[in-house]
């Protein structure tokens, strides 16, 4: 087997390109965030095949949530039209033919149009989300601090092995609202139809608003847990 690591110079100016026959890779209970790694095991010959495609193309493709899990051994089950795009970041190559990669979130993109079949995997004309800023972005500012303290507060109560610790060292650093909010969901909130709901947020004041409301019902959380034990 060997590994690869690799990072073309503008990942969205790949994908815009992209986006005229959007590989994608759909999955039930997956949410690729922009800015953020989820690593996936690839086993089935029709995804096998999308890997090797992308690996010699643009390395963009999308992950399209399922509405179920047993819609996944269908050919072609519907998708939800707003999908994470993201890039072949790392890649793993196994003897069998099997891969294990890490797919780095670019952006949001909407699934316009199924292309006809062309591939053993499926492809979507799709178009990059934009997110929708407030005329004053100062205006974020008191729901950004909010969050910065949620994630310094949990990770003092978590073990650095958590990641917390470095997530809040990472939050601390950043600047971006936007990119913010989507780097502590991807930490943060398990559950798919949140992460889901998350993605489909375009408006940044509002996603910014919901994961700070995720993280201090996190914290609650733990708190109560806390408690019961003393």
Not at 199 to 204: F, Q, S
């Amino acid at each position: 087997m060997c590994a690869e690591r690799i990072a073309p110079p503008s990942p969205r100016a790949a994908l815009a390109k992209a986006c005229a026959a959007l590989k994608v890779f759909p999955l039930h209970g997956v949410v690729v965030l922009p800015g953020t790694p989820t690593p996936f095991h690839v086993f089935e010959p029709r995804y096998r095949a999308l890997v090797e495609d992308a690996l010699g193309g643009d390395r963009v493709l999308a992950v399209p949530g399922l509405g179920s899990r047993e819609a996944a051994h269908e050919p072609h089950p519907p998708v939800f039209p707003v999908a994470g795009a993201g890039l072949l970041e790392q890649v793993e190559r196994h003897e069998d033919g099997r891969f294990d990669v890490v797919v780095r979130g670019i952006a949001r993109v909407r699934l316009l149009e199924e292309l006809p079949a062309a591939h053993p995997y499926r492809e979507f004309r799709a178009e990059i989300l934009e997110d929708v800023w407030p005329a004053d972005r100062a205006t974020l500012q008191p729901a950004l601090e909010s969050l910065r303290q949620l994630v310094y507060q949990l990770a003092q109560r978590l073990p650095a092995e958590s990641g917390a610790p470095a997530l809040a060292e990472a939050v601390a650093q950043m600047k971006d609202a936007s990119a913010i909010a989507d780097v502590v969901a991807a930490a943060a909130i398990s559950e798919p139809e949140d992460r889901q709901r998350l993605l489909e947020e375009l408006d940044v004041s509002r996603r910014l608003a919901e994961v700070v409301e995720e993280v201090a019902g996190v914290l609650l959380m733990l708190s109560r847990g806390r408690n019961q034990r003393v």
